[in-house]
């Protein structure tokens, strides 16, 4: 069996504000307006690879923000959202899934905690703090990236990493990385070929446990990826590009 995980927002879909041209359909609707879409290239090759392979969103995403999504290519039987942390199956959670995630991260609960605490006083916070499902630990800011420094000077770097994207700011477990579920979901599933495609800090785990992974230029201008790693050219949409690699490694 062949499995694809594929990262959303900006590896497979689009915000409205994002360039993609003209032939595009939508993807994400929310609050009575599209806010995300994907291009018909795109659309046309997830329907071909869909064929050759099991393809498993695999995102940040909580399952309410993950269930706003249709790449109008049918039923998707395996979802991977809350950065891995909780399974779907055809939408709904697998309880088993989750209660290990939640053992994985229970020695990190004090350290999410006190970052929650902190960024709670944050003055620089412009967004409510989240401790999504008890697993990992969500706000905005504005400076961020100084906001993630002073976030790393209070926490143990072995166990909870500090992320930011955008103005979101993030405290995730170690051992809740989409790396550590791309090696559950092999092991669940029985895969035989993983791939993995990914765009931001969040995805360079998964590259690193997938059989190959698809990462963007921008990426590896910034961060040193493992050697199975494919790096593909900067261009308006990274989705085709990963599609049309990914089709060619599934033949």
């Not at 290239?41 to 706003?68: C, D």
């Not at 992974?213 to 910034?222: H, V, Y």
């Not at 590009?241 to 060619?248: K, R």
Request: with cysteine.
């Amino acid at each position: 069996m062949v499995v694809f995980h594929m990262d959303l927002d900006n590896t497979i879909i689009y915000s409205y504000r994002h360039e993609i041209g003209e032939d595009k359909l939508e993807a994400e609707w929310y609050n009575g307006r599209n806010i995300s879409y994907i291009t018909r290239e795109t659309f046309e090759m997830l329907k071909k690879l869909k064929e050759k392979a099991l393809l498993v969103p695999t995102t940040t995403r909580t399952m309410e923000q993950y269930q706003r999504i249709n790449l109008q290519i049918g039923d998707i039987e395996y979802a991977l959202v809350c950065n891995g942390g909780v399974l779907l199956i055809d939408g709904k959670e697998d309880a088993g899934w989750y209660r290990t995630s939640r053992e994985l991260v229970d020695n990190c609960q004090a350290m999410l905690q006190k970052a929650a605490a902190v960024l709670e006083k944050d003055k620089r916070r412009i967004f409510e703090v989240r401790f999504i499902k008890e697993l990992f630990v969500f706000t905005k800011c504005e400076e961020p990236e100084a906001v993630v420094r002073d976030l790393k000077k209070i926490t143990d770097k072995a166990l909870v990493e500090i992320f930011s994207n955008g103005s979101k700011v993030y405290a995730v477990p170690k051992a809740l990385s989409k790396g550590a579920a791309v090696e559950r979901f092999r092991e669940y599933i029985g895969a035989g070929l993983v791939i993995a495609a990914g765009d931001s800090e969040f995805d360079l785990p998964m590259f690193e446990k997938a059989d190959v992974g698809f990462a963007p230029m921008e990426l590896a201008r910034k961060y040193r990826l493992s050697p199975n790693t494919r790096i593909l050219p900067d261009t308006r949409v990274y989705s085709e590009e990963v599609l049309s690699q990914a089709l060619t490694v599934v033949g």
